[in-house]
């Protein structure tokens, strides 16, 4: 480490402390962490490896399985990235390439403020608007068309993994699209002017830029959005229904892992059920973890490869 | 016609700032022209409005016409996508698409506009393209290398063999070796010359012995102003403006 800032007491004192604090910041993390292996030990202890594949819920039978919860988290989050990354992309690829000048600053501003508004509002609207439009408007008349696929198997209800899915897709949206758009920016200028020399339309150029220098940059933001889109819970618990099953149909109502444990801690009696939940909460630190790690070192490696002028 | 390309009162602003003013200059067809000057004179800026290049710069603007096959490339029944397959440029800086083969990036270009074209037709065009750009021999047996790959003299050619397999009439050249060594360099000067045959070439560089060893015409900038053109040899024995002496004298620049 080098002393920038000479043998001055004070500036020695004021680095530490601000050292303590970052410190602070890790050791709260890894305390977080030490905490959830700690409460789960009784699940892990009695379930084992077997918690993550088990399909039971049973709380009076004291029998614990986490998988339909990893499920439901998985697929609503999937959903939600199919809907979310073509919007998100392709809104980040019109503000930056064809909007007009007056028009690209408030509409970026008004897309990136979708993610200011609080998780509970994005669940009542759910509640009142998206689930009865889309159980009148799309389930029932795609149930009763076709109906004969398990993906859009009825009954209707109206709460469902799709609900779910398409709230998180319009919550993760502004994540996406801001880190598209700085994707985007990052395109070497000479790289277009090659693409429009040659006599490519705007397009063309758009096309092959992306191909060339943005595929990575968006897999790290659609990974962005992913990992808000697992840990989300207030938002989804409104609108998945909370049935802890594993159905193929995605107009069926679903649960996840963040739902299940903000619906059931606090009538969580005994000690193994509570420590089954804990364990819930460990599976999805960790699923976050990994997801977040992976999106800063990608986008980590494609910010150095822009720099190389690559 | 004697002439490729007819400039008539050429200006040009970015914003408030004019940097071209009144450049009238014709263009011989299959011959080298270099346009020359110091830093700042406008020249790049010059070759850039040949092609419509400025077309997605904000806040550039400009008056006068740019006569090309006797019609004004400025008017509005000009496809400025149809025009820059006619009219083709090599930048500065070498630059290949990265994530391209040497083959592809040769082909990206006949593929655009909905061109559908087969893979042997293909084939011809890149071997065709990389012959003229003297990088045939080089590449023929890593035509899946890799842009990116490649020495930077070998990306400028692969950029020209890139131009030229669209087919255009005119290349533009915004000083194509200043990011090259000397044989690199050599390579690219020698090209011209072969290519000035069949093609008209507007070539952008502050180098006056380069410009002297390649040019059959010279036109001097200075500050948005043509001050003189003529055939490069009486530019540079002979020149009728004391700023072109002075200049090539290297008095300034």
């Known amino acids: 480490m080098t002393r920038k800032a000479g043998d001055n007491p004070k500036d020695l004192l004021f680095e530490k402390t601000t050292a303590v604090f970052a410190f602070g910041v890790l050791f709260l993390a890894f305390l977080l962490f030490a905490l959830l292996v700690r409460e789960s030990l009784p699940a892990i202890r009695k379930f084992g490896a077997a918690f993550l594949v088990t399909k039971t819920w049973d709380p009076v039978a004291e029998s614990f399985g986490a998988l339909p919860f990893i499920y439901g988290t998985l697929v609503s989050s999937f959903i939600a990235l199919l809907i979310a990354v073509p919007l998100a992309v392709g809104s980040a690829i019109f503000i930056n390439e064809f909007a007009p000048e007056w028009l690209k600053t408030p509409v970026a501003f008004l897309a990136e403020l979708l993610a200011a508004i609080p998780s509970v509002i994005y669940g009542l609207w759910g509640i009142f608007v998206l689930v009865p439009v889309l159980r009148d408007w799309l389930m029932k008349p795609a149930a009763s068309y076709l109906g004969f696929l398990p993906l859009f198997k009825g009954p209707v209800y109206g709460p469902s993994m799709l609900a779910a899915g398409m709230l998180l897709s319009i919550m993760i949206i502004p994540f996406i699209l801001s880190v598209s758009r700085e994707v985007l920016a990052t395109v070497p200028r000479l790289q277009k002017e090659a693409v429009l020399s040659l006599g490519g339309t705007h397009w063309e150029m758009i096309r092959i830029v992306i191909g060339q220098h943005c595929i990575p940059g968006i897999f790290g933001a659609t990974i962005l959005g992913l990992g808000r889109a697992l840990g989300e819970t207030m938002a989804v618990t409104m609108v998945i229904g909370n049935r802890p099953d594993i159905l193929l149909s995605i107009f069926q109502p679903g649960y996840s892992m963040a739902a299940v444990i903000a619906n059931e801690f606090t009538e969580a009696t005994g000690e193994l059920y509570l420590s089954a939940l804990v364990e819930i909460g460990l599976v999805l630190f960790l699923l976050t973890f990994v997801v977040n790690f992976a999106a800063k070192w990608i986008l980590k490696t494609m910010v150095s490869r822009a720099a190389r002028g690559l | ?253």
């Open chain 2, 1 to 253: 016609m004697e002439n490729a390309l007819k400039v008539k009162d050429l200006c040009a602003w970015f914003g408030n700032h004019q940097v071209l003013n009144n450049i009238t200059m014709d263009i011989r067809r299959h011959a080298v022209t270099s346009v020359m000057g110091p830093s700042g004179c406008g020249k790049s800026t010059f070759i850039r409005c040949l092609n419509r290049m400025h077309d997605l710069t904000p806040g550039f603007r400009v008056a006068g016409e740019v006569l090309f096959d006797g019609r004004d490339i400025y008017s509005e029944k000009i496809d400025p996508v149809l025009l820059r397959r006619k009219v083709g440029m090599v930048f500065q800086q070498p630059n290949p698409f990265p994530r391209m083969s040497a083959f592809e990036n040769v082909a990206v270009g006949l593929k655009f506009n909905g061109k559908k074209r087969s893979r042997s037709e293909l084939a011809e065009a890149v071997e065709k393209s990389l012959r003229m750009a003297a990088l045939w021999d080089e590449l023929k047996d890593h035509l899946d290398r890799l842009g990116s790959s490649l020495s930077g003299g070998q990306q400028q050619r692969l950029c020209i063999a890139r131009a030229l397999a669209v087919e255009p009439e005119v290349l533009l050249m915004d000083e194509p070796c200043s990011a090259l060594d000397p044989v690199s360099t050599a390579k690219i000067e020698e090209l011209i010359e072969d290519l000035s045959d069949k093609y008209t070439i507007v070539v952008v560089t502050h180098n006056m012995q380069q410009a002297g060893r390649i040019s059959d015409y010279v036109a001097f900038f200075l500050l948005g102003d043509l001050i003189e053109m003529d055939k490069a040899a009486r530019i540079f024995t002979n020149p009728a403006d004391k700023r072109t002496e002075e200049y090539i004298t290297g008095r300034f620049g």
